[in-house]
Every structure is written in structure tokens, then in C-alpha cells.
């Protein structure tokens, strides 16, 4: 998958890199506007081919290598200059494609609390899913910890779904993702 790089724990926290996350650079993201501080986390589902699980293609599609004729679908989005911060697969491996410093292209048209551009002000977390299958009991285990992480680093930070910051545009999480397992709630905008 390439891009792959490995710090130590002093060095990844000042970089904003995540220590125990499996790393691969996206270059899908650029700096946060001056004074922009992270004050929301936005949780999505992704499944790429849709509604499979386990392949590369989320991987392809954040560092901009998707092979358009891999599948019908790819054809659609290969163009797509898009990434998040974290992807948690199924299994509950937490990998981090973006510091937490920098702006990723998560979110796209979106508002919160009457501020628009949440790529701004936000750090996005994608889970391998869909809106018609559960979600894994090992992703809710390594979102509830990677969320402990991040409102220690950020704290008072909103959580909210795409569909809450993009609605009618987006529907991720979905009706499958189950928010009261969660050790924070959901904050309404």
C-alpha cells in the first residue's frame, strides 16, 4: 500500500500523528486556516467496492491510486481528491491517513452550529460500513479509544455523523451505526 511510515510516540504526537496507528500518507489534505482549532469529530462509513468489506479500495482512494476499471462503481469517484484522518476496518485496525494538525478533505459542503467548511474545524473518522450491514463490535471497541485520545488532545470537541453536518447530501454513519455505544454522546448542531 505504500506509505506506509513508523515514529516514536514523542515524535507522532508533535506531528499530530497518532501512536499505534498503522500510518499511510494521503496527500489529499493541506493546513487548517490560521486560528482554525479542531472543536468537532465527525463519524462516516465507507465501504469501497459499496458494501464490501475488506479490500484496498478505501486505501486506493484516499492516496489517489483507485483504478478506474476495477470495478463499475470506481469508474464514478476515481477523480475524487478526498481523505480523513482515520479509517477503522472492521476488525478494529485503527490506521491514520492525515495528522490531526492538518485539514483533510473529509467533510466537503457542510455546516455545524452555523459555521460552514467543517474540514476547518474538524477531524474525521471514516468506519469500514455501510448503511444496510451492523457495524463490528471491534470498531465500536476502537472508536470509544480513539475518541478518548482525541478529546484528551481536544477537548470539548463536538461529535457529530455526516449526516448531521451534510444532511440530505450524506446519510453516513447510517440508521446501522448504534451512537449509545459511545462513551461520549452525540451532540445535536
Not at 516514536?8 to 501512536?19: F, P, R, V, Y
Request: charged letters at 25%.
Amino acid at each position: 500500500m505504500g506509505g506506509v511510515t513508523k515514529m516514536d510516540e514523542q515524535e507522532s504526537e508533535t506531528c499530530g500523528w497518532l501512536a499505534g496507528a498503522r500510518q499511510i500518507e494521503s496527500p489529499n489534505f493541506d493546513a487548517r486556516p490560521e486560528g482554525a482549532s479542531v472543536s468537532l469529530i465527525v463519524i462516516h462509513a465507507i465501504s469501497l467496492p459499496p458494501d464490501e468489506f475488506g479490500g484496498s479500495g478505501v486505501f486506493e482512494l484516499f492516496t489517489n491510486r483507485l483504478d478506474s476499471a476495477a470495478h463499475p462503481y470506481y469508474a464514478e469517484i476515481h477523480h475524487l481528491r478526498v481523505s480523513s484522518h482515520f479509517f477503522i476496518r472492521r476488525d478494529g485496525e485503527l490506521i491514520q491517513f492525515v495528522p490531526t494538525g492538518c485539514r483533510a478533505w473529509h467533510a466537503g459542503a457542510s455546516a455545524w452550529r452555523g459555521r460552514e467548511c467543517c474540514n476547518d474545524f474538524s477531524i474525521g473518522i471514516e468506519l469500514e460500513g455501510c448503511d444496510t450491514l451492523p457495524f463490528d463490535e471491534r470498531q465500536y471497541v476502537a472508536l470509544d479509544a480513539l475518541l478518548r485520545r482525541l478529546r484528551l488532545l481536544y477537548p470539548g470537541c463536538d461529535i457529530a455523523g455526516h449526516s448531521d453536518i451534510a444532511p440530505g447530501r450524506k446519510t453516513d454513519p447510517g440508521p446501522f451505526f448504534d451512537w449509545a455505544r459511545l462513551s461520549f454522546p452525540k451532540n445535536e448542531g
